[in-house]
C-alpha cells in the first residue's frame, strides 16, 4: 500500500471515529436530563467518570503499559478542562431544555477552530468558515424554540462548552504519537478525583436513584465517558482541530433522534431543516478534504 492510501485510509478511520463519537455523545442529552433528576451534577460526574476510571486502569493493566509521565501532564490537562465541561453542562441542563443544550454545546464546540487559529496556527479557509456558518445556523433551528433567550441555564452550558472547545485545540497541540489509552486513562481518572469532594454522599445518592437511572448512568459511564472520549483522542490524530469541531456539530443532530425516540420529545418540522443544514455542511467540508491529498494539519489549513 502506497504512504497516500495508507494517509487516506487513516483519515476515514478517523472520521468514521468522530462520527461515531458524537452519536454516542448525543443519547447523552437525554440520559443526562433523565439522570440530574435524581442526582447532583458533581455526584453524576463523578460517578460516571469513577467507572470508566476504573476501566480504563484495568484495561492499562492488561496491557502493561501504564501512562507515562508526557500522557500524565496531557491527561491532567484534558481532565481539568472536561471536570469544568462537564460539571457545567449537567448543571445547565437543571435550568433549561435538551434542544437548548445541545445548540449551544454545538455553538461552544465550533469554536474550536477559531481557537485554534492563534494558538496552532490553523486557519480556516473559505469553505471551512461556511461550514461553521450552515452547522451553527442549522444547530439553531434544530435546537432553539422561538423565544430565543440567554437565560442563567444557557449561559452556564456555553460556558461549560467553550471549555470543551479548549480541550479539542489542548489534544491537537499535542496530538502527535500519542498513546489515546494512556491519555484517555489519565483525564478520566483527574475528572473522578477532582469531582470526588463534592459529590457529597455518594452511597447514599446512587441508592435512592431509581431503576430506570441506572440504564442512563450505564449509558453515560461505558459510552458518554468512556468509549466517545477515546474515539475523540484517537481522530485527533489525522484530523485537525477545526474539522473536529465542525463533526460536534453532529451531536446535536444525533441528539434529535435519541429526543424523539428514547425521549419522547415532540416533533417539528423545522428540526429536519437544522439537521439537514448540519449535514450539508459537514459533507461539504469533508468532501473537499477528500479531494485534497492527506496530511498532517498545516498551519494555513482548515
Known sequence: MSRAAHARGAERAALAAMVLATLLWGGTFVAIRDSVQALSPAALVFGRFA????????????????????????????????SGSF??????????????????????????????????RQRPDRIMWAGLALALAGSALLSLDAGLRLGPGET????????????????????????????????????????APFAG???????????????????LALAGSSLAPLLQVHAQRTLSAA?????????????????????QERFEPRWWIGAALILIAVVGVEWRAATVPPSRPTPAAA
Request: proline share 5%; with cysteine; net charge positive.
Open 51 to 82: 467507572v470508566a476510571s476504573a476501566l480504563f486502569w484495568g484495561w492499562a493493566l492488561l496491557r502493561r503499559r501504564v501512562p507515562d509521565r508526557r500522557h500524565v501532564l496531557l491527561g491532567a490537562g484534558n481532565g481539568l478542562l472536561m
Open 87 to 120: 460539571v457545567l453542562q449537567a448543571w445547565g441542563l437543571q435550568h433549561t431544555s435538551a434542544g437548548s443544550s445541545a445548540f449551544l454545546t454545538c455553538a461552544g464546540t465550533l469554536m474550536a477552530g477559531l481557537f485554534a487559529w492563534p494558538v496552532l
Open 156 to 195: 452556564i452550558t456555553l460556558a461549560g462548552a467553550s471549555l470543551y472547545a479548549v480541550q479539542i485545540v489542548w489534544i491537537a497541540r499535542h496530538s502527535e504519537h500519542l498513546d489515546p489509552i494512556a491519555l484517555v486513562t489519565v483525564q478520566v481518572t483527574v475528572v473522578a478525583l477532582l469531582m
Open 201 to 219: 454522599d455518594v452511597p447514599r445518592a446512587y441508592a435512592a436513584m431509581p431503576p430506570h437511572g441506572w440504564w442512563a448512568f450505564a449509558y
Open 243 to 263: 474539522r473536529v469541531g465542525l463533526l460536534f456539530a453532529l451531536e446535536p443532530v444525533f441528539a434529535l433522534l435519541f429526543a424523539l425516540t428514547l425521549g
